[in-house]
C-alpha cells in the first residue's frame, strides 16, 4: 500500500501525481489526516493481504467544502485516476452521474443489516451509488470534572449552557487558566457551520431547517434569529475569536488540550480524548446537543461518509469488492472499537465489545437514529448553493458584520433566486 497527499490546487498536478503513482491495482480516496487516515490504510492494508491486490491511499483536503469541489474536478474530467470515492451524506445525489451502480457489482443481499434510512440515501433514480461506511450525529462533550467541581448539571438547554460556560469559565480564570474558554465549535465558513447553525436553528420550536421536504424556505424566521444571535453572542464571550476559523480538529484540539468546558463535535473526537496523550483522559463525557429553549429538542445534524466506485474506474468488480470490504460487519466494528466511528449496522449498537469502548453508542442510540438531515434531497444539485449561502450568512452574523434578522432576510432572497432553478 501506499499513501499520496491531494491538496485542492491545480487539479492537472493532482491527477499527473497520482498517475505517477500508478503502480497499485486500485486508488481509494479516504480521509484527509490523523486518525481517520490511518484507519483507512488499516483497513486497505487488510484487503490487501486477502486479496493479493495493491491499493493507492490519496489523503484529500480536511474541508468537506474542498473535498467536494476537488472531486467534482476529478470526475468532471473523466478520470479514472481514482477508484474509490469517500463522499459525504449529502452528496450521492450530486455525484451520482459519475458513479457506478454497486448493486450489478456486489452479490444480491448486500446492503441487509444496513440502516435502511442511510440505504435509502445512497440510492439515486433506483442505483445504489454508494456503500453506507460510518454514520454520525452531532453530540456535546463536556468536563465532567469541571461541571462537578462548579456543582453544575449538564445543560439541556442552550441558555443552560452559556450560563454553565460563563460560571466555569469565569472561575478558572479566576485560578490562572487564562486560556480557558467555555465553549467550542466549528465556526469557519464551510459545510461545518452550516452543520452548527442547523443544529441551533433545528432546536428551537419552528425554527425551520433552512428549506423543509417539500422545498419551502423556512430558515427565515423568529426563532431563527434568535438562534443565531444567541450564538454570535457567544464569540469573546465564552468562545474565542478564533472559533471563526475552527473546523473540527481545531476545535478538537482546544477542548483536548484542557482549555475548554463544552465542545460541539462528532462521535470520531471521542476515541482522541480519551487517548493516553490526552491531557483531559477519563474527565469527559458526551450529551445530546442541548434544546433550544424549554419547548425545544436536542437536533443533532446527520453526518456520515459512504464509499462509492467512480464511472471511469478500469476495475470497477475490484473496486467494488473492496468497498464491500470495508463497509463490511468486521471492519465497522473494528473502526467502531479503535477509533469510535459509528457503525451502519444497527446489530453493532448492540455489541458487547463496542459499547464498552464507546458506551455513549448506547445511550445516545437515539440521536443517532434520529439526526436532523441536511436540504441536500430536496435541493439537489443546488445544495451546495444553498449551503454556501447558508454558512456565509451565519459566519457575518457571528462575526458581527450583520444582525442575525437582517442576514436571514437576505438570505431568503438569496435561497428564493436559487429555488428559481428548480430545486
Known amino acids: 500500500m501506499k499513501s499520496g497527499l491531494i491538496c485542492a490546487g491545480s487539479v492537472l498536478m493532482v491527477l499527473g501525481g497520482i498517475s505517477q503513482a500508478q503502480a497499485a491495482d486500485l486508488t481509494i480516496s479516504c480521509g484527509a489526516v490523523g486518525a481517520e487516515l490511518q484507519l483507512c490504510q488499516a483497513g486497505v492494508e487488510r484487503w490487501e493481504a486477502k486479496s493479493g491486490h495493491s491499493v493507492e491511499v490519496v489523503s484529500t483536503p480536511n474541508s468537506a467544502t474542498e473535498r467536494l469541489s476537488l ?5 468532471g474530467s473523466h478520470s479514472g485516476d481514482i477508484d474509490v470515492f469517500q463522499i459525504d451524506v449529502v452528496w450521492p445525489g450530486m455525484l451520482a452521474p459519475h458513479l457506478i451502480d454497486l448493486n ?6 448486500a446492503t441487509d443489516g444496513f440502516f435502511e434510512a442511510i440505504v435509502d440515501n445512497n440510492t439515486v433514480d ?4 454508494a456503500m453506507p461506511w460510518f454514520t454520525d450525529a452531532g453530540v ?8 462537578e467541581k462548579y456543582d453544575l448539571e449538564v445543560p439541556a438547554t442552550w441558555e443552560a ?3 454553565a460556560a460563563h460560571t466555569v469559565q469565569a472561575g478558572e480564570r479566576k485560578a490562572g487558566h487564562k486560556d480557558f474558554w467555555g465553549y467550542v465549535f466549528q465556526g469557519r465558513a464551510y459545510e461545518g457551520l452550516t452543520v452548527n447553525a442547523l443544529e441551533w436553528i ?3 420550536p419552528d425554527g425551520g431547517t433552512i428549506v423543509d421536504d417539500d422545498g419551502t424556505i423556512t430558515v427565515n424566521n423568529p426563532q431563527a ?5 444567541q450564538a454570535a453572542g457567544w464569540i469573546d464571550d465564552i468562545s474565542p475569536h478564533g472559533v471563526l476559523n475552527y473546523t473540527e480538529e481545531e476545535a478538537r484540539g482546544v477542548f483536548q488540550s484542557g482549555n475548554a468546558l463544552f465542545m460541539r463535535n462528532w462521535p470520531y473526537a471521542w476515541d482522541l480524548v480519551q487517548s493516553e496523550q490526552s491531557s483531559i483522559r477519563d474527565k469527559v463525557e458526551v450529551a445530546p446537543l442541548p434544546a433550544g429553549g424549554p419547548d425545544g429538542e436536542s437536533a443533532g445534524v446527520l453526518g456520515g461518509w459512504n464509499l462509492a466506485v467512480s464511472r471511469y474506474s478500469d476495475n470497477p468488480d475490484m473496486a467494488a469488492d473492496l468497498v464491500a470490504f470495508l463497509t463490511s460487519f468486521d471492519e465497522q466494528k473494528r473502526r467502531a472499537i479503535d477509533g ?5 449496522l444497527p446489530a453493532l449498537y448492540q455489541d458487547d465489545e463496542v459499547l464498552a469502548a464507546v458506551p455513549f453508542f448506547g445511550t445516545l442510540y437515539d440521536t443517532f437514529t434520529s439526526a436532523v438531515p441536511r436540504p441536500a434531497a430536496v435541493t439537489g444539485d443546488n445544495y451546495p448553493r444553498v449551503s454556501n449561502a447558508f454558512f456565509n450568512t451565519v459566519h457575518e452574523v457571528l462575526s458581527g458584520n450583520v444582525a442575525a434578522d437582517q442576514g436571514l432576510e437576505r438570505l431568503q432572497g438569496e435561497l428564493e433566486r436559487i429555488k428559481r432553478r428548480r430545486w
Do not use: M
Not at 140 to 147: C, F, S
Open 126 to 129: 433506483g442505483q445504489l451509488v
Open 71 to 75: 472531486y467534482q474536478q476529478i470526475l
Open 202 to 204: 433545528a432546536s428551537y
Open 161 to 163: 449552557l452559556t450560563e
Open 340 to 344: 469510535a466511528y459509528n457503525p451502519t
Open 140 to 147: 456535546l462533550y463536556y468536563r465532567k470534572d469541571l461541571l
Open 104 to 109: 450489478k457489482h456486489l452479490p444480491k443481499g
Open 225 to 229: 434569529v434568535r438562534a443565531l444571535s
